[in-house]
């Protein structure tokens, strides 16, 4: 891949993940470390608790999004991270065996108005699992470098 910058972006852009597949021991691991709950570590309560089995811990869910999301580089040359995530929908349950996409769509560019080397990127991220149904959905901000020429022009005052 071609590394990019904020200049080689365009509001309507999408990118879609590979996959990763949950398996119940992983989500059990990281619901051990980070969120403890019955219904996220213990299979025979799940099964009798609201789920009906297992499910992934929603920050297990958002670990996995970002990691899908990096993974396919398309920032890889120009974020300088983010101030925050939007809102963050967990429209369904992930339970072992769902393999997981990360959908991302472009939805506005702006120019930094006080940093004239980066430009801000809001992205809407959907994270779905193998039958196409949305799992997450949220929206992030995002700082992303100028090409390094076009940030020096910016910076000339005539």
């Known amino acids: 891949m071609t590394d990019r910058y904020y200049e080689d972006f365009k509001v309507g852009d999408r990118f879609t993940s ?49 990691r899908l999301w990096l993974d396919l580089g398309v920032f890889r040359a120009c974020s300088l991270g983010s101030p925050g995530i939007g809102e963050v929908q967990f429209a369904r349950p992930v ?38 149904e949305a799992v997450l959905e949220q929206e992030t901000t995002v700082f992303l470098k100028r090409r390094p020429a076009l940030a020096a022009n910016a910076n000339l005052r005539f």
């Open 95 to 132: 339970r072992p065996g769902d393999t997981l996409r990360v959908v991302t769509d472009i939805v506005e560019l702006r120019l930094s108005a006080s940093k004239p080397d980066r430009g801000i990127a809001r992205v809407r991220q959907v994270t779905i699992n193998q039958r196409g």
């Open 18 to 66: 590979g996959g990763l597949t949950m398996t119940e021991a992983g989500i059990i691991e990281f619901a051990r470390q980070w969120d403890p709950q019955p219904f996220h570590i213990d299979v025979e309560f799940a099964k009798k608790w609201t789920y009906g089995g297992l499910i992934a811990s929603g920050l297990h869910t958002m670990s996995v999004t970002l």
